[in-house]
């Protein structure tokens, strides 16, 4: 194992609830194994009841000092989970992790090298994507983008998982957290933390394989994630403050409109995942047949699809910008 710095320890944060006990296995296997071994790993189980999780994670404290294992009195959500986990963190770094998603070995060691060396505060890699019968699809590639690509591509869509990210402490102290943003918080938290001037950057490396879950959120809250997108994005265009949303009251209104537009999200969320794979695996007819077929039958699937594809147009252009800048300076 390639032993890191020794003064600068991260701080890894990971709530579990109800994963699988071999996702979650894998999981923490996979930041224990890091090759920047110099690590903390907090773990909170969040549901109280769940025991299998309980021995597990028992299990790895007894044979590893580094893990730091926490149990809720009750269920708090991912947000109070993972703000309870920040409130106990003492290391100036904070890795995020999902229980059921698996970091490459390198993953630490290159994101804390790309932040230190381009002064940046947020950090994000690509990821592939792990379906639940056992396919494994290549996520979208992107070169290496810096603090000003990221402002403006952020702006468009989030392009950073939220399990990948590593993310000085400084700017969750100055940020308060995660705020109760239904099922976006993540973006919520971005988009702050760029109105407050932090610095994002992204790896152009796959160092994370996430989990698809159709029991996860993107599923059945798909309407609120596009939702609270929206809003967001919005408010970050206009330069209106993120932060003055109400996020409760907010997230009571659209948890109102999710009644009836749950199932038609769901479903079209669903069908835009596996499109997303087709392409992915270059099944070009069965791509374009699952286009056609959600465009034509459902305005939910109309709006998600119209919404990416402009995002992708944004995106596209900024990121060729980039390419083209680099093959400038690698070929003066």
């Known amino acids: 194992m390639v032993k890191s710095c020794i003064d600068v320890r991260i701080a890894v944060i990971m709530s579990t609830y109800n994963e699988e006990e071999q996702w979650l296995r894998a999981s923490i296997e996979s930041i224990l194994s890091q090759s920047w071994d110099n690590l903390r790993f907090y773990i909170l189980l969040d549901n109280p009841a769940n025991g299998a999780h309980k021995r597990v994670v028992e299990e790895y404290a007894e044979r590893d000092d580094r893990i730091v294992f926490m149990v809720n009195e009750r269920n708090l959500g991912l947000v109070g989970s993972l703000n309870k986990l920040l409130s106990c963190v003492e290391e100036g770094f904070v890795a995020r992790m999902d229980a059921d998603d698996v970091a490459h070995p390198e993953r630490l060691a290159k994101e ?7 002064g940046l505060d947020v950090v994000g890699v690509g990821s592939d994507i792990l379906f639940t019968d056992g396919r494994k699809t290549a996520g979208r590639s992107f070169p290496l983008l810096l603090a000003d690509e990221m402002r403006q591509i952020e702006g468009k869509a989030n392009i950073i998982a939220h399990s990948g990210w590593l993310v000085r402490k400084q700017v969750y102290d100055d940020l308060g957290g995660y705020r109760p943003v239904a099922h976006c918080e993540d973006y919520d938290f971005l ?36 939702a609270w997108a929206t809003c967001l994005r919005k408010a970050f265009s206009k330069g209106d403050p993120i932060e003055e949303i109400d996020a409760e009251s907010k997230s009571r209104e659209l948890e109102l409109a999710s009644v009836a537009n749950r199932e038609a999200y769901g479903k079209a969320r669903k069908r835009m995942d596996d499109c997303a794979s087709y392409l992915y695996e ?3 007819a069965r791509c374009g047949r699952g286009i056609l077929g959600g465009f034509l039958a459902s305005a939910a699937f109309r709006k998600l699809l119209l919404n990416a594809v402009a995002a992708r147009i944004g995106i596209a252009r900024i990121c060729r910008k980039v390419q083209a800048q680099m093959g400038a300076s690698a070929n003066p």
Not at 112 to 118: L, S
């Open 282 to 284: 270059g099944a070009w």
């Open 191 to 226: 988009l702050r933390a760029l109105q407050k001037g932090f610095r994002l950057g992204r790896l152009d490396e796959t160092l994370l394989t996430v989990r698809y879950n159709e029991d996860g959120i993107s599923i059945p809250y798909a309407f609120m994630q596009d």
């Open 112 to 118: 804390m090298r790309f932040m230190q060396g381009c």
